[in-house]
């Protein structure tokens, strides 16, 4: 039996899954046994979600864990220890270890890691700040725990790989641009990949002419135009910061506004390090931003609830960010749009910002049910349709699993992975 763990270090949280391969061979889709979920990392103390089947256990607060890497050590002995769970009594049965990482740069597909991709992943941690050197801490931590396993890195970034260069270009001196690859990247990628294949199933249009405006709303928020099943145009750029403001991010600003926040935005930040190379103006953008800055919360779920004037406003920010992205994609799209879908933290369980949203692009022809969009918890499933009348545009809310678009993404590459090549 090959199991196959599954690693997903966000800003905010940690989440690994379990998977057993399919034995079959005519699928890829492998059976997941466990998923345990650290989360709020941003908004200490953090806790700890487990299940296992129909089993389900929220732990008390973990307030020594403060970190990606302390969440994965704390997780993996969970899993390891669960009596329950003899698959992963013996830790050398653990085959391959999937790990998330969210600035790949220019890798197309996901890669078996060496130490040349693993140089690689390094390089780009000045773009990630908040993600690829925590990514790169498990990664370690893995091949140190779990020495015969094979780690693979699947990347934010290669979903958007096929973004136009007329979109992804930056206007600015085209040598400095190519030499130092400054071009828009676009993350949430692993999440987008699931998000397609789960609409394509769900409304029977084959991937090739599936048109979407996806919206991954969580710590990080962003928006993808899916064009032919392809990415078209995403909200984030170079880096995980522009776009969307997020739990700690300021989403777009105007780029001169740093030099008028602080005369030191140019110096190193507090927390640069020699493998990180950070300034305070990223620093402040990155982390003191966005809605702790707003409201004192990172969690959206309580300024969607609390209604004080800050979080109203936080929370009016938002919808009107979002929905200048809609309007974007939706002429990109040439107003051929199979559906509206909301996923991540935030998408799935935020019932008001669905609402509030989906109400301002009623002019697109998109509307909502409001008893179905008030009960999307208690339906099952992956793709929940919380849209409104029939000649409307439809309004899916698709309960995007990272993990388990990366455990695919290791089945059906088992036969490349074990031959050492790249996925
Ligand atoms: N009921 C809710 N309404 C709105 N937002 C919520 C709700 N419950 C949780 N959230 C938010 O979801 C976000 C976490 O989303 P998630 O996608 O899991 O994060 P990450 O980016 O770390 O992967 C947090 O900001 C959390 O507050
Ligand atoms: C890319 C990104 O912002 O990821 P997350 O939302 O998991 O922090
Ligand atoms: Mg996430």
């Given at each position: 039996m090959e199991i196959i763990l599954s690693v997903n270090a966000g800003s905010s949280s940690v989440k690994i899954s379990v998977f057993k391969a399919p034995e079959d061979?005519?699928?890829?889709?492998?059976?997941?046994?466990?998923?345990?979920?650290?989360?709020?990392?941003?908004?200490?103390?953090?806790?700890?979600?487990?299940?296992?089947?129909?089993?389900?256990?929220?732990?008390?607060?973990?307030?020594?864990i403060t970190s990606q890497e302390a969440a994965f050590h704390h997780i993996l002995t969970h899993l390891t220890t669960d009596a329950a769970l003899p698959e992963l009594a013996r830790t050398?049965?653990?085959?391959?270890?999937?790990?998330?990482?969210?600035h790949g740069g220019n890798y197309p597909r996901s890669q078996v890691i060496d130490s040349s991709t693993l140089h690689h992943?390094?390089?780009?941690?000045?773009?990630?700040?908040?993600?690829?050197?925590?990514?790169?801490?498990?990664?370690?931590a893995a091949a140190e725990m779990l020495p015969q396993a094979t780690n693979v890195a699947f990347f934010d970034t290669s979903f958007?790989?096929?973004?136009?260069?007329?979109?992804?270009?930056?206007p600015i001196d085209q040598r400095v641009a190519k030499k130092n690859g400054l071009r828009k990247y676009g993350f949430h990628g692993i999440s987008y990949e699931?998000?397609?294949?789960?609409?394509?199933?769900?409304?029977?249009?084959?991937?090739?002419?599936?048109?979407?405006?996806?919206?991954?709303?969580?710590?990080?928020?962003?928006a993808t135009c899916i064009k032919s099943g392809r990415s078209h145009d995403t909200s984030m750029g170079l880096t995980p910061l522009?776009?969307?403001?997020?739990?700690?991010?300021?989403?777009?600003?105007?780029?001169?506004?740093?030099?008028?926040?602080?005369?030191?935005?140019?110096?190193?930040?507090?927390?640069?390090?020699?493998?990180l190379h950070l300034s305070r103006a990223e620093h402040i953008l990155n982390s003191d931003s966005g809605w702790r800055s707003l409201t004192g919360t990172t969690d959206f779920g309580v300024i969607?609830?609390?209604?004080?004037?800050?979080?109203?406003?936080?929370?009016?920010?938002?919808?009107?960010?979002?929905?200048?992205?809609?309007?974007?994609?939706?002429?990109?799209?040439?107003?051929?749009?199979d559906a509206l879908v909301f996923a991540g933290g935030i998408g799935e369980r935020g019932e008001r910002v669905r609402r509030?949203?989906?109400?301002?692009?009623?002019?697109?022809?998109?509307?909502?049910?409001?008893?179905?969009?008030?009960?999307?918890?208690?339906?099952?499933?992956?793709?929940?349709?919380?849209?409104?009348?029939?000649?409307?545009?439809?309004?899916?809310?698709?309960?995007?699993?990272?993990?388990?678009?990366?455990?695919?993404?290791?089945?059906?590459?088992?036969?490349?992975?074990?031959?050492?090549?790249?996925?």
């Open positions: 061979k005519t699928t890829t889709t492998p059976t997941q046994l466990a998923e345990a979920v650290i989360s709020g990392l941003t908004a200490p103390p953090a806790s700890l979600k487990y299940t296992r089947g129909t089993h389900r256990t929220n732990s008390q607060d973990l307030p020594s050398k049965d653990i085959r391959y270890v999937c790990h998330r990482v969210v992943i390094e390089a780009l941690s000045d773009l990630a700040p908040l993600h690829n050197a925590p990514a790169l801490g498990i990664v370690k958007h790989s096929s973004i136009p260069e007329h979109i992804s270009t930056y699931f998000i397609t294949r789960a609409v394509s199933t769900y409304l029977s249009i084959p991937r090739t002419s599936l048109n979407i405006i996806a919206l991954h709303l969580g710590s990080g928020a962003s522009s776009g969307l403001p997020g739990a700690t991010r300021s989403g777009d600003i105007d780029a001169s506004l740093p030099f008028h926040f602080t005369h030191d935005a140019l110096r190193p930040s507090r927390s640069a390090s020699s493998s969607s609830a609390r209604g004080r004037e800050e979080d109203e406003l936080a929370f009016r920010l938002f919808v009107d960010r979002i929905v200048g992205f809609v309007g974007s994609y939706y002429v990109k799209l040439g107003g051929k749009v509030d949203v989906v109400g301002m692009v009623g002019c697109l022809g998109f509307g909502i049910d409001e008893g179905r969009n008030m009960g999307v918890g208690g339906v099952d499933g992956v793709v929940v349709d919380v849209g409104g009348d029939a000649g409307m545009g439809r309004v899916l809310v698709v309960r995007t699993d990272e993990q388990a678009e990366m455990a695919r993404g290791v089945v059906e590459g088992i036969g490349r992975v074990n031959e050492g090549g790249r996925k």
